[in-house]
T-cell receptor
Framework: GQQVMQIPQYQHVQEGEDFTTYCNSSTTLSNIQWYKQRPGGHPVFLIQLVKSGEVKKQKRLTFQFGEAKKNSSLHITATQTTDVGTYFCAGWDNYGQNFVFGPGTRLSVLP | DAGITQSPRYKITETGRQVTLMCHQTWSHSYMFWYRQDLGHGLRLIYYSAAADITDKGEVSDGYVVSRSKTENFPLTLESATRSQTSVYFC????????????FGQGTRLTVV
C-alpha cells in the first residue's frame, strides 16, 4: 500500500538555527498539506500545495512540492521557541483513493 | 462558540464495552472525519462523511461504527472496545473534502483497560 514517510523523526535545534523536514510518498499525490501540532494540542492546518514544483512562503516558513508530486519539504528559517511541535505532511493518493498522514517530525528548539 | 468540539476529552473503559465519542461542529461543513493518533503512526483515517447519511471507511475502520443523521454531529462508536483501540481520537471537519483545509477538534484520549 501507499506509504508516506517523514525525515527526520526528531530534530533538536538551537534557537536561530534553520530547520527542514522532508516528506516522501511511495505514490504520486494529488496535493500535499502540512499541519503543525503543538505538544498536547491538535493538528492545525498550515498550507496546501497542489501544483508540481510549487513553492509557497509564510513568513519564515517555506514549503515545496516536488516535480514528481511524490515529495515535499518544509523549511523554517531562524527557528523560534514558538516553532516547537510536530509537523505532519498529508496528501491524497489518487491510486489508492486514500488520504494519508506522514508520521511527523518533532521539532525541539532550545533557547 | 463556533468551532468543532469533542466529548469527552478523556475516557477510560473496559475491554468489551461499547463506547461512543461525540463530535459537534458549528460551521455547517459538509465533510467530517475521524482519525486516531498513535506514536509512530501519525494520524490514521477511521471514517469520513461527505454529508448527512453518507459515510465511508478510511484506512483503519475495523471495530468502529459511525453515523451522521445531522450535518453538525458525527459520533464514533467502538462496538466492543479492545486494548489496541487505546489512542487519541481526533474529529475534524472541512468545507469540501480531503483536498481542503481540515479543522481539528481538541481530541479525546481513550484508554481501554
Amino acid at each position: 500500500g501507499q506509504q508516506v514517510m517523514q525525515i527526520p523523526q526528531y530534530q533538536h535545534v538551537q534557537e536561530g538555527e534553520d530547520f527542514t523536514t522532508y516528506c516522501n510518498s511511495s505514490t504520486t499525490l494529488s496535493n500535499i498539506q502540512w499541519y503543525k501540532q503543538r505538544p498536547g494540542g491538535h493538528p492545525v492546518f498550515l498550507i496546501q500545495l497542489v501544483k508540481s514544483g510549487e513553492v509557497k512562503k509564510q513568513k519564515r516558513l517555506t514549503f515545496q512540492f516536488g516535480e514528481a508530486k511524490k515529495n515535499s519539504s518544509l523549511h523554517i528559517t531562524a527557528t523560534q521557541t514558538t516553532d516547537v511541535g510536530t509537523y505532519f505532511c498529508a496528501g491524497w493518493d489518487n491510486y489508492g483513493q486514500n488520504f494519508v498522514f506522514g508520521p511527523g517530525t518533532r521539532l525541539s528548539v532550545l533557547p | 462558540d463556533a468551532g468543532i468540539t469533542q466529548s469527552p476529552r478523556y475516557k477510560i473503559t473496559e475491554t468489551g464495552r461499547q463506547v461512543t465519542l461525540m463530535c459537534h461542529q458549528t460551521w455547517s461543513h459538509s465533510y467530517m472525519f475521524w482519525y486516531r493518533q498513535d506514536l509512530g503512526h501519525g494520524l490514521r483515517l477511521i471514517y469520513y462523511s461527505a454529508a448527512a447519511d453518507i459515510t465511508d471507511k478510511g484506512e483503519v475502520s475495523d471495530g468502529y461504527v459511525v453515523s451522521r443523521s445531522k450535518t453538525e454531529n458525527f459520533p464514533l462508536t467502538l462496538e466492543s472496545a479492545t486494548r489496541s483501540q487505546t489512542s487519541v481520537y481526533f474529529c475534524a471537519s472541512s468545507e469540501s473534502g480531503v483536498n481542503t483545509e481540515a479543522f481539528f477538534g481538541q481530541g479525546t484520549r481513550l484508554t481501554v483497560v
